[in-house]
């Protein structure tokens, strides 16, 4: 079935091109993924994109199954897409994890899909930005990425999202951590999980204490939750909610997107030369240049410069 | 002073040249980076660059402190790059942690310099490869390069150094989660820190356990240290000159060298071109092409072309 008719049928609401289209995005070539966007691109920007990240352990997947039963009672419908950081040798050890999605297994406003990060390590999937236009244009009131919170995730995470929640469990050391691995700027709601066991309030106080530090136009709440029993969830639902309302005032959300368009046009703009320079890289050129700098004939910089130059030539 | 008169006194081993280059090199321009590189380049070649990566909390800074005492022991002038993923609000946030590297204040074959990450976030700092250039130059006979491992920087430590030790703890769900961030890829050699901790023996059996389902030429060595009593360490280093004793068999080293020397030069020119698009970004043209993706007048890969193209003209 080619892309145009696929995409009739998701427009449509047909649950099997959903699956379908998102297999094509994943597994497809450049000019699938061109097509695919092109075509969905105009059906998209309805949905509420929210992100939630946070460091290994910290329950990510209870929560994120327990917000979507939380909106579901709400008659929003929701799609989740789980980024998984796999590697050959783990590519299925998140799978456990997954099964408890299986709640929402039978329910049609309910949509789960794990996608592999494909050798971009801890971070989201190239394809990541396009499986969410195909959820977006599927209708969906709500979509989710939900990712491992490892360093450069966050801020791709934060990129894609309209609202960044950040996950910490206690005892994880993870709210200290937090301004070293830079999460804080990118939070939008903080979630302090796993809120009956021991050093939840000290998390909650370590994060206070950061914020007072300097924090943007926005100061991000925090709430507490113990997701596999659904307490504080409601209110979790309400603090990403109010932070989207908030967004959505004063032209904000809009301002936001256009950033992100701006940032998108731009690196896809750079995907296409390096994707020349990667031809180039079979070739006989960068071969020799790198073979001239191992041997300190050249430097790094210089090489740098002939390769820019036999692009523009 | 010029950055020419500096190298010289740089090669002839002045301190303060030392400390003023990388100085120089973090805080400068392009052009004097440029200029820095093609001076050093030819000096260098000759350091073993050893990356230590880890969670935050598994102890690398003690465990950096207490190689470096061992490797004096032996003789070796060792240097130690700690790149700090500091964010806006956590720029003091690790220096307790470099206190304990006084140790080694007074001795005049060790030289410890802090890096900050500067907006790459949990990665190396864009100018740790030219600060690996200034501390091989300078004739060390060891490099480490100390930093938090969040994702992407793993993969950026493993494409500096030679020999990638990567650090785990005990009940710190690490080992599981090594799999998962992709680390098991990138390390030589294993140390699980902390081991009189309850679990040392099973964060072990699980690494092996790991192992067991592939891996490549080189099977990663598992060393067990307790780095603030210096228990292991001797053995730790040892495995460390295993590994680069091995790389420096059949030419290993030189290929390693010739892959990086690749990967340098396409990012050098692929840095080159983006700083391109960042002047167009100022100016009209992207903004242009941003309002029409967010109006959804045009698609973002239409949109990248367009600035392809801009490019070309």
Redesign the interface.
């Known amino acids: 079935m080619d892309s145009t008719e696929l995409v009739d049928r998701l427009l449509r609401g047909e649950r099997r091109a959903l699956a379908r289209l998102l297999t094509r995005v994943e597994d497809g070539s450049v000019d699938t ?2 097509e695919v ?2 075509l969905l ?2 059906h ?2 309805n949905a509420m994109i929210v992100g939630l990240t946070g460091s ?2 910290v329950g990510k997947s209870t929560l994120t199954s327990a917000l979507v039963t939380q909106w579901r009672s709400q008659g929003k419908r929701v799609a989740v897409l789980a980024v ?7 590519g299925g ?2 799978l456990g994890d997954r099964v408890r999605m299986q709640d929402h297994a039978l329910d049609d406003g309910v949509f789960i899909r794990s996608m592999a990060s494909r050798g971009h ?3 989201l999937s190239w394809a990541t930005p396009q499986a969410l236009l195909v959820l977006d244009a599927a209708g969906f009131d709500i979509v989710m990425v939900e990712t ?1 919170g ?6 791709e995470i934060a990129s894609s999202a309209d609202t960044t929640v950040v996950a910490l469990a206690p005892g ?2 993870d709210s ?2 937090a ?4 999460i ?2 990118i939070a939008d709601v903080f979630v302090v999980n796993k809120a009956d066991r021991d050093g939840a309030e000290r998390a909650v106080r370590e994060l206070r204490e ?1 914020q007072k ?2 924090h943007g136009e926005w100061l991000a709440p925090i709430r507490k939750t113990v997701a596999s029993t659904g307490d504080g969830i409601a209110e979790l639902a309400e603090a990403i909610g109010e932070h989207y309302a908030w967004l959505t005032e004063e032209g904000r959300l ?1 301002r936001r ?3 992100r ?2 940032v ?3 690196e ?7 994707g020349r ?2 031809e180039l ?1 079979q070739g006989d050129l ?2 020799e ?3 001239a ?2 041997a ?1 004939d ?8 002939k ?2 130059a036999s ?2 030539a």
Chains 1, 2 share one sequence.
Request: aromatic fraction near 4%; proline fraction near 6%; hydrophobic fraction near 45%.
């Open positions: 993924l061109r966007v092109r691109h105009p998209t920007g290994p352990g998984d950081p796999s590697s050959p040798f783990s050890a998140l390590l801890g971070g491992v490892v360093g450069q995730a966050e801020v994880m050391g200290i951590q301004a070293k691995a830079g804080l700027e950061m530090l300097g809009d997107r256009l950033d368009a701006r998108q046009v731009r896809l703009a750079l995907g296409t030369v390096r320079f990667l890289g960068v071969d240049l790198a073979a700098v191992a300190r050249t430097d790094p910089y210089t090489a740098s410069d390769l820019v692009l523009d």
